[in-house]
């Protein structure tokens, strides 16, 4: 890439960052590096609290994750990955796992193992971790990163009840909150600044310190009002994102409730109103939809996150359509999920995918038309799987939908994105205009076993239909999971392509991709997808 094409990139990049967002960016890269071993005191005061829920923290689908038996013979499985756990920085893996071996998530899994089965080699595992990881982790760059320490002070929380050596624990977890206090986010905000002021007020209960928690819990209700939508949706449309912070406020407000704060009646509304979403979106869905960054195996599911709101807090979901810009068609077994929203935030489009006018098709709750997918934050499929071609979507001349480009940025973006439902719910249409100034207008309606997708663009169009791995094309006809369907293109050549899909984090799985074209005419194009046969 040229010079003068990096530079357009970054000032089309930048120029949608908010001016606290560049401020800080240009400080943490003059500030001088530290560790937050330097805020190590001697023994503090703290206050014990239980924020360990079994639904969430117990259940065999999220003890799975981490193979705690394999873990006992020092073997660690993070994001779909086993290695020999012999260190703390892997110079071959990719960063996000090299974060995760700091997160320390994997002590709840030895913890929930200890609770079910009284076997100690599951609490001596879990101790003898957290000693090697004060002797020789803790230095380590990844673990003196703010959201490194946002999600491991509250792991460490949920374990400190079985540590031997509590008062070192808490110790540790101290000079890692007096960190935060001076190194948030604020050059990232979204998430992870949300993730930081998280850890800021539950570690301002445990440790009595009132001062800090009347500033920071006014600032995590602020963050609260900018990050959740009025609908509930979390404000970078990933689902995936949404039950992170969702299980965030669980926890907020399980502390809040057992320390008696006043704020505990206004957190539940948050809740309540993400509770909605989340039921709105992936109720009677077998997984997380894969709309922008998404993929199973990093939050708790669906299922176990509204049944910890309705156990804990009596708090019962009501259904909304559409949500956030995401429209929903439900027909007896059929759920299509269509996102006709922006791009994202202006100044986060770090997890967001070039997926307008993109659905998903799912028969019993089980997918059939599918996203591509997360394979990873970091390396050369990054790209790919932020693309046009990895969503059921339109290309127009070739060109993406928006210029996403590095990891995590994005310089040209869609506009005039515009949506509606019909009056009976089975017909959405959307329009958006690519970065080049292309319109793209989609119309998806069901009835009568039959899904149509009808197209109109600007230029030469290329549609693409990503099918589950689990089915399979042959001749027209798409078969598997129980259905058979047979394939119709509108005015459209047909052709397939084998591909590559991510549905959990770290795996990619092998499937095929229908592709649908056309010439500039101005005529409709699309199919039809007639579903012939449902087990």
Known sequence: MSLISKGRLLFHTVKYLRLQQLVYQIM??????????????????????????????????????FKPEGLIHNELTLLNETRVFDRWHYDDALHLWNFNVHYLEYLIALKAKYKATGVEDYKRKLDEILEKWYENGTSDVDSNQAYTISLRIVNMLLVADIVTDRQRLYNSMYAQ??????????????????????????????????????????????????EITPDGLHFESSLMYHKIVLE?????ALILKQSYKKEFDTILKYIGKMNDALYSLENGIGRTLLFNDAGEGVSKSTTSLLHTSRSLFGIEPASKNPVSGYYRIDDGDISVLVDCGELSPRYMPGHAHCDCLSFELFIKGDPVLVNSGTYQYQGKFRRYFRNTSAHNTVMINDHEQSELWGEHRAAGRISAVKASMSKDGKAISGSYRNFHGESHHRKITYSNGVLEVQ??????????????????????????RGIEARIVPINARISVEESICAPYFGVMENNSTIVFEWENDMKEHGYRIEIQNEV
């Open 28 to 65: 943490i890269r003059i500030k001088p590096k530290e560790s937050f071993l330097r805020y190590e005191t001697g023994d503090v005061k703290y206050t014990e609290y239980d924020l360990w829920i079994d639904h969430l923290d117990s259940t065999q689908e999220y003890i799975d994750r």
């Open 177 to 226: 909150y007096k960190y935060l206090l001076k190194h948030q986010e604020k050059h990232l905000l979204g998430n992870h600044y949300l993730e930081n002021l998280k850890a800021i007020v539950i570690c301002s209960i445990v440790y009595n310190d009132d001062i800090t928690y009347g500033k920071y819990i006014e600032r995590f209700f602020r963050e609260l009002d900018e």
């Open 248 to 252: 965030d406020l669980i926890r907020v």
């Open 455 to 480: 197209d109109m663009t600007d230029g030469r169009g290329k549609s693409y239909l990503h099918l589950d791995p689990g089915i399979k094309y042959n001749n027209m006809i798409i078969s598997g």
